[in-house]
């Protein structure tokens, strides 16, 4: 292990922001040794950054044909069509999207698509509310109903009490029992035209008393 590798791992990497002798650094290692390698920045630098940071620098920011501005309708229009194919794919995505990193794209669904589309267990959980909702409230439509059923009855029976004392109510259904009675037997009655009496010269009068 040489001398600049040892001073490293005893002072640590260097975190935080990158500062323009860095980015001067990394941007004039690539020129010379093309992109890979990045372990190898620091020794051959002097950068107190990990492989790892250096690579990502050059990827999202140092990267002369990286595309800066916002996100244009049509490249968002791409980033959904390609998400709904790939998942979160995205370093796919951004080949697709020169100019664009994947950490950038990663970042932009994530701040306008992800909060506004619900995971599928979230989804069905909200369909499972609802349903259980709608059933609540159909029972609750139900037993109003039966209740108001009931209290229109008893106020029926109210006002029959209060209209009729009990000696008329039971009045009423003697008449009734009568009435229906008559109808069940009808009197049969003989017209007295009809009737003929037995006179004193009948023969059958005289057997009978003399």
């Known amino acids: ?120 267990r979230r989804e069905r959980a909200q369909l499972l509310h609802q349903y259980q909702l709608q059933q609540q409230q159909r029972q609750y439509l139900q037993s109003l109903h039966l209740l108001q059923q009931q209290q229109q009855h008893e106020q029926q029976l109210m006002l029959l009490q209060e209209q009729k004392s009990p000696q008329e109510m039971t009045q009423v259904v003697v008449m009734n029992n009568l009435q229906s009675m008559e109808r069940r037997c009808p009197a049969v009655s003989v017209p007295d035209d009809d009737l003929v009496l037995p006179t004193a010269d009948d023969a059958a009068v005289k057997s009978m008393f003399f």
């Open 1 to 120: 292990m040489d001398l600049i590798s040892s001073l490293m791992l005893q002072q640590g990497w260097r975190k935080g922001p990158w500062s323009a002798l860095e980015d001067r650094l990394l941007t004039e290692y690539v020129q010379q040794h093309g992109e890979g390698s990045w372990n190898s920045v620091a020794k051959l630098t002097g950068l107190r950054r990990s492989g790892k940071s250096c690579r990502l620098r050059w990827v999202n920011y140092l990267r002369p044909d990286l595309k800066r501005g916002k996100i244009t309708p049509d490249e968002e229009t791409v980033i959904l069509q390609l998400h709904a194919m790939l998942g979160n794919r995205w370093s796919a995505i951004a080949r697709c999207l020169p100019g664009r990193t994947d950490n950038e794209i990663k970042n932009y669904w994530r701040t306008h698509f992800k909060k506004a589309r619900p995971s599928r």
